[in-house]
Protein backbone atom coordinates (compact mmCIF):
# COMPACT_ATOMS: atom_id res chain seq x y z
CA UNK A 1 0.00 0.00 0.00
CA UNK A 2 1.39 3.61 -0.65
CA UNK A 3 2.20 5.27 1.85
CA UNK A 4 -0.31 8.62 2.44
CA UNK A 5 1.51 12.30 3.11
CA UNK A 6 -0.37 14.19 5.44
CA UNK A 7 0.03 17.88 5.50
CA UNK A 8 -0.11 18.78 9.39
CA UNK A 9 -1.59 22.33 8.35
CA UNK A 10 -4.77 24.15 7.50
CA UNK A 11 -2.69 26.59 5.40
CA UNK A 12 -4.54 27.50 2.20
CA UNK A 13 -0.73 28.62 1.16
CA UNK A 14 1.05 25.41 1.73
CA UNK A 15 -1.60 23.30 0.51
CA UNK A 16 -1.72 25.42 -2.90
CA UNK A 17 1.87 24.83 -3.25
CA UNK A 18 0.85 21.29 -2.79
CA UNK A 19 -1.43 20.82 -5.19
CA UNK A 20 0.48 23.33 -7.60
CA UNK A 21 3.64 20.83 -7.34
CA UNK A 22 1.63 18.01 -8.48
CA UNK A 23 1.54 15.78 -5.00
CA UNK A 24 -1.43 14.18 -3.74
CA UNK A 25 -2.01 14.54 0.18
CA UNK A 26 -4.67 14.79 2.93
CA UNK A 27 -5.17 17.68 5.48
CA UNK A 28 -4.83 17.10 9.22
CA UNK A 29 -3.79 19.94 11.14
CA UNK A 30 -2.01 20.06 14.25
CA UNK A 31 -4.09 22.89 16.22
CA UNK A 32 -0.56 23.11 18.14
CA UNK A 33 0.03 26.56 19.19
CA UNK A 34 2.67 28.92 18.57
CA UNK A 35 3.28 30.36 21.60
CA UNK A 36 5.65 33.87 21.88
CA UNK A 37 9.36 33.11 21.59
CA UNK A 38 10.73 33.82 24.68
CA UNK A 39 14.23 36.79 24.65
CA UNK A 40 17.31 35.42 22.90
CA UNK A 41 15.27 32.05 21.28
CA UNK A 42 17.04 31.48 18.04
CA UNK A 43 14.39 31.78 14.98
CA UNK A 44 15.59 28.50 13.57
CA UNK A 45 15.22 26.51 16.62
CA UNK A 46 11.74 27.83 17.30
CA UNK A 47 10.60 27.13 13.65
CA UNK A 48 12.21 23.86 13.55
CA UNK A 49 11.17 22.73 17.18
CA UNK A 50 7.24 24.08 16.37
CA UNK A 51 7.62 22.06 12.74
CA UNK A 52 8.65 19.10 14.74
CA UNK A 53 6.00 19.34 17.80
CA UNK A 54 3.27 20.17 14.65
CA UNK A 55 4.50 16.48 12.51
CA UNK A 56 4.76 14.98 16.10
CA UNK A 57 0.80 15.63 17.34
CA UNK A 58 -0.02 14.20 13.85
CA UNK A 59 1.54 11.43 13.83
CA UNK A 60 0.96 9.85 17.45
CA UNK A 61 -3.10 10.13 15.90
CA UNK A 62 -2.01 8.25 12.64
CA UNK A 63 -1.44 4.54 12.27
CA UNK A 64 0.26 5.37 9.08
CA UNK A 65 1.41 7.86 6.64
CA UNK A 66 4.15 10.55 6.13
CA UNK A 67 3.52 13.62 8.16
CA UNK A 68 4.67 17.00 6.48
CA UNK A 69 4.75 19.54 8.97
CA UNK A 70 6.02 23.17 8.54
CA UNK A 71 6.20 26.33 10.96
CA UNK A 72 7.54 30.05 9.17
CA UNK A 73 8.15 32.93 11.32
CA UNK A 74 10.06 36.29 10.24
CA UNK A 75 13.11 37.57 12.10
CA UNK A 76 14.63 40.70 11.96
CA UNK A 77 17.86 40.37 13.45
CA UNK A 78 17.34 38.45 16.60
CA UNK A 79 13.57 39.06 17.26
CA UNK A 80 11.08 36.97 15.90
CA UNK A 81 8.17 38.21 14.63
CA UNK A 82 4.91 35.64 14.21
CA UNK A 83 1.67 36.32 13.23
CA UNK A 84 0.29 39.58 13.86
CA UNK A 85 -2.48 39.13 16.71
CA UNK A 86 -4.43 42.34 15.72
CA UNK A 87 -3.56 45.18 13.92
CA UNK A 88 -2.11 47.25 16.11
CA UNK A 89 0.80 44.25 16.53
CA UNK A 90 0.46 43.99 12.15
CA UNK A 91 1.67 48.00 12.10
CA UNK A 92 4.12 47.03 14.61
CA UNK A 93 5.82 44.44 12.53
CA UNK A 94 5.31 46.24 9.59
CA UNK A 95 7.32 49.09 11.11
CA UNK A 96 10.44 46.72 12.14
CA UNK A 97 11.27 45.88 8.44
CA UNK A 98 10.61 48.84 6.87
CA UNK A 99 13.82 49.62 4.93
CA UNK A 100 15.27 46.29 6.06
CA UNK A 101 16.26 43.13 4.92
CA UNK A 102 13.84 40.47 7.05
CA UNK A 103 14.99 36.30 7.81
CA UNK A 104 12.02 34.53 6.36
CA UNK A 105 12.74 30.85 8.40
CA UNK A 106 10.92 27.75 7.99
CA UNK A 107 11.52 24.71 9.76
CA UNK A 108 10.14 21.70 7.83
CA UNK A 109 10.03 18.24 9.41
CA UNK A 110 8.36 14.79 7.64
CA UNK A 111 7.89 12.12 10.49
CA UNK A 112 6.58 8.87 9.80
CA UNK A 113 3.62 7.48 11.61
CA UNK A 114 4.05 4.57 13.16
CA UNK A 115 7.10 4.15 13.40
CA UNK A 116 8.47 7.51 15.46
CA UNK A 117 11.10 8.29 12.16
CA UNK A 118 11.62 11.72 11.50
CA UNK A 119 13.54 14.13 9.75
CA UNK A 120 13.83 17.94 9.75
CA UNK A 121 15.64 20.69 8.69
CA UNK A 122 15.25 24.45 8.39
CA UNK A 123 15.55 26.71 5.15
CA UNK A 124 16.09 30.62 5.18
CA UNK A 125 15.39 33.21 2.64
CA UNK A 126 15.73 37.24 3.08
CA UNK A 127 12.82 39.65 1.47
CA UNK A 128 13.63 42.95 1.57
CA UNK A 129 11.45 45.63 2.79
CA UNK A 130 11.06 48.93 1.16
CA UNK A 131 10.29 52.13 3.65
CA UNK A 132 6.35 52.95 3.32
CA UNK A 133 4.34 56.55 2.78
CA UNK A 134 2.07 56.86 5.90
CA UNK A 135 -0.32 56.07 3.48
CA UNK A 136 0.63 53.21 2.09
CA UNK A 137 1.29 51.56 5.56
CA UNK A 138 -2.24 52.85 6.43
CA UNK A 139 -3.97 51.42 3.75
CA UNK A 140 -2.37 48.17 4.41
CA UNK A 141 -3.40 48.07 8.09
CA UNK A 142 -6.85 48.67 6.94
CA UNK A 143 -6.96 46.10 4.26
CA UNK A 144 -6.52 43.01 6.79
CA UNK A 145 -4.12 41.28 4.36
CA UNK A 146 -1.83 40.97 7.14
CA UNK A 147 -4.06 38.55 9.43
CA UNK A 148 -2.46 35.06 9.43
CA UNK A 149 1.08 35.58 8.11
CA UNK A 150 3.97 35.77 9.63
CA UNK A 151 5.30 39.32 9.90
CA UNK A 152 2.12 40.45 8.77
CA UNK A 153 2.73 40.41 5.20
CA UNK A 154 2.21 37.93 2.25
CA UNK A 155 5.07 37.89 -0.76
CA UNK A 156 2.56 35.69 -2.77
CA UNK A 157 0.02 38.66 -2.34
CA UNK A 158 2.26 40.39 -4.96
CA UNK A 159 2.84 43.23 -2.17
CA UNK A 160 4.84 45.75 -3.60
CA UNK A 161 6.72 46.68 -0.84
CA UNK A 162 8.37 43.46 -0.29
CA UNK A 163 10.80 41.49 -2.88
CA UNK A 164 12.83 37.92 -2.07
CA UNK A 165 16.30 38.96 -2.64
CA UNK A 166 17.96 35.20 -1.72
CA UNK A 167 16.33 31.99 -1.44
CA UNK A 168 13.73 30.44 -2.18
CA UNK A 169 10.14 32.06 -3.30
CA UNK A 170 7.95 29.40 -1.91
CA UNK A 171 9.70 29.37 1.48
CA UNK A 172 8.78 32.64 1.95
CA UNK A 173 5.18 31.58 1.33
CA UNK A 174 4.91 29.42 3.75
CA UNK A 175 6.91 25.97 2.47
CA UNK A 176 10.05 25.30 0.55
CA UNK A 177 8.89 23.40 -1.83
CA UNK A 178 13.10 22.61 -3.19
CA UNK A 179 14.32 21.87 0.30
CA UNK A 180 10.84 19.36 0.29
CA UNK A 181 11.39 17.73 -2.57
CA UNK A 182 15.49 16.84 -2.04
CA UNK A 183 13.71 15.12 1.53
CA UNK A 184 11.38 13.32 0.12
CA UNK A 185 13.70 11.72 -1.92
CA UNK A 186 14.79 9.02 1.37
CA UNK A 187 11.13 8.33 0.85
CA UNK A 188 10.67 7.05 -2.68
CA UNK A 189 7.23 5.99 -2.78
CA UNK A 190 5.91 9.83 -1.83
CA UNK A 191 6.04 10.53 -5.36
CA UNK A 192 4.47 14.03 -7.34
Known sequence: ?????????????????????????????????????????????????????????????RQ????????????????ILNKPLDQADAQRMIRLQEGHDTDVVTGLCLYRAGRDEWIGTVERSVVRFRPLSDAERTDYL???????????????????????????????????MERLALLLRIYPEITV
Open 142 to 176: RSNRWAGKSGGYGVQDNDPFVSVVRGSFSNVVGLP
Open 64 to 79: AGLILAADTVCAVGSQ
Open 1 to 61: MKPTLILASASPRRQQLLAEAGYAFEVDPSDVAEPEPGAGTSPWQYAADLAWRKAMVVARR
